[in-house]
């Protein structure tokens, strides 16, 4: 009974993405795809230890970001969205890549692999904001909505110091990029801060 309360926001959101692509039945299908394998993926996992939020509530949380609020109806950038940890999460081989591939479509994965090469852990704001500005507008947007997704979450966090970190990290490495990609996303990520206490 809890776990199926658990996943009913998981349900709800998925119904939500898929609404906004309901006049593509292409569009559907490739989407379903994508949240099955993202729902095998981060099965039994959950987002920041929280055991109440399955993972693949953040995923689609991202995705929603995307279609629903920046107004992005592009199919592969969706499917990224919806896959963009799964690389983080497990074990991945050169096989499992080519069958994502297969699967997915080339430009969604080029799209998922366009947003994991950027760790912040390894480099200073200034180097990070300039790798990342020489990539697409949408690898962008994945970044920034992934960024808008977490903060959000950490509302209610009881964790002080991740939130300032987050904090912190937003303020020098994903305002800036904003800045220079939507103002949209200034908005959101500004407010998202704000929010934060």
């Given at each position: ?111 998922i692999l366009s947003t994991i090469k950027f760790n912040i852990k390894d ?32 509302k209610s966090s009881v964790h002080k110091d991740k939130i300032q970190r ?26 998202a801060m704000y929010e934060l206490k």
């Amino acid at each position: 009974m809890m776990k199926s309360r658990m996943y009913d926001s998981t349900k709800l959101n998925f119904m939500k993405l898929l609404k906004l692509f309901e006049d593509s039945i292409e569009d559907v299908v490739a989407i379903t795809r994508a949240f099955s394998i993202a729902y095998v993926i981060h099965s039994g996992k959950f987002y920041d230890n929280i055991r109440s939020e399955p993972y693949i509530n953040h995923t689609l949380r991202v995705a929603l970001i995307l279609a629903n609020e920046l107004k992005v109806k592009d199919k592969d950038v969706i499917i990224a969205a919806i896959l963009h940890d799964a690389f983080e999460k497990t074990y991945t081989n050169p096989f499992q890549e080519d069958l994502l591939k297969k699967t997915i479509g080339e430009k969604a994965l080029n799209l998922i692999l366009s947003t994991i090469k950027f760790n912040i852990k390894d480099m200073e704001s200034n180097e990070y904001c300039k790798l990342v500005l020489k990539s697409s507008k949408i690898v962008r947007y994945l970044l920034l909505a992934n960024r808008l997704d977490s903060i959000r979450v950490l509302k209610s966090s009881v964790h002080k110091d991740k939130i300032q970190r987050f904090k912190k990290e937003t303020q020098e490495y994903f305002l800036p990029i904003a800045n220079l990609t939507d103002d949209n996303l200034v908005f959101k990520l500004s407010v998202a801060m704000y929010e934060l206490k």
